[in-house]
């Protein structure tokens, strides 16, 4: 068995951070408007800093007008709703994205109904996963990393795949449950599996394509994988490295990448697959969001 072609999600993400950067100028110089993403962060989490900071930055690079809004641990809910409520009603904002989590205090499902669904280029919306649960794809804005790794299924594929099966581990609102409805759409015949799952093995045995979304280090073993199988691996893990000296870390995915390599036809490595889509797909939200205010 040959290794497994390695699904380089920098690179497809590049590609759409390109197509983006260059629909961004054209609708500025045609139309005079310019997208604009506000990112409001809660708290002092060192981790979702570092990825407001990255949106922030890549927003830059589109060409967008770029706001981040650093609230305080003990923000109250009033006071966050109040922003969003500001953000809502600003015209220069047609994306404006919650950062999660929220401090323990805060009800994120509560926040995010606030957000307008034309702005809220996260998807998470009840309106916008409504839309995606009954295929309105057209006017809905569609979470980005599902929508991120649902690009990587269909660069394999193309955009039909009637016939396959696809196994998603993991029914997130924030990612397993809205997959699952973007593989049934394309035609996949779809399996959500979750912890009360039995013989999660024999499951994914039976995957064309299996999408691993747990939050589990490298539970995916290869011997559940099925020979030439596509695996999408949407895990971020930080595991103790040893090997970089005292108190080092690694990132790893929910997938035994080095094994699983030998038996899958492609495989999406962490870091470098799934995770850069994220914010690529964010880009492409925001600018779906501009064109559409723009069209009235
Ligand atoms: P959640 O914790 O919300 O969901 C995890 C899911 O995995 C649940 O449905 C849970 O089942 C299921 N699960 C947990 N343990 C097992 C098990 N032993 N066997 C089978 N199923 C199990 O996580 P998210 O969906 O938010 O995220 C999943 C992973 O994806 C995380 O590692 C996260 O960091 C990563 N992620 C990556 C992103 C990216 O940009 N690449 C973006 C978002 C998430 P149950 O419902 O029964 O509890």
């Known amino acids: 068995m040959m290794a497994a072609h390695v699904i380089d999600g920098k690179q497809a993400a590049a590609s759409v951070i390109a197509d983006v950067t260059e629909a961004t100028s054209l609708l500025e110089r045609t139309t005079g408007t310019k997208p604009g993403l506000a990112v409001v962060i809660v708290g002092n989490d060192p981790a979702s800093h570092a990825y407001v900071k990255a949106k922030n930055s890549m927003a ?14 003990q923000t109250t809910h009033e006071e966050l709703e109040t922003l969003v ?11 404006i994205l919650v950062q999660l989590p929220l401090p323990t205090h805060l009800n994120a499902e509560r926040v995010l109904m606030r957000i307008l669904p034309q702005k809220d280029v996260d ?13 309105d794809f057209s ?26 099966n696809a196994v998603i581990i993991g029914r997130s609102n924030l990612f397993g449950k ?29 995957a064309d394509i299996l999408v691993a979304a747990v939050g589990q280090p490298e539970m995916v073993k290869a011997d559940w994988i099925r020979s030439g199988a596509t695996v999408i691996d949407v895990g971020i893990n930080r595991v103790p490295a040893p090997e970089k000296g005292e108190g080092g870390t690694r990132l790893v995915g929910d997938v035994d990448y080095t094994a699983a390599s030998e ?8 870091p470098g697959g799934v995770g850069p889509m994220t914010i690529a797909m964010l880009m492409n939200n925001t600018l779906i969001a501009a064109c559409r205010t723009d069209r009235g």
């Open 263 to 270: 038996v899958a036809g492609a495989i999406t490595p962490v």
């Open 60 to 73: 830059q690079r589109c060409g967008f007008h770029s706001r981040q809004f650093s609230l305080p641990e």
């Open 178 to 206: 809205p997959m699952g409805l973007l593989l049934l759409a394309a035609n996949a015949t779809v399996t959500i599996a979750h912890s009360r799952t039995q013989d999660l093995k024999a499951l994914c045995r039976n």
């Open 123 to 135: 998807g998470l919306n009840v309106v916008n996963a409504g839309k995606i649960a009954t295929g």
């Open 85 to 95: 409520g500001k953000l809502n009603a600003d015209p220069a904002v047609h994306g």
């Open 139 to 164: 006017s809905g804005l569609i979470s980005c990393t599902p929508a991120g790794a649902m690009l990587l299924v269909k660069q394999r594929y193309g955009d039909d795949l009637s016939g396959l």
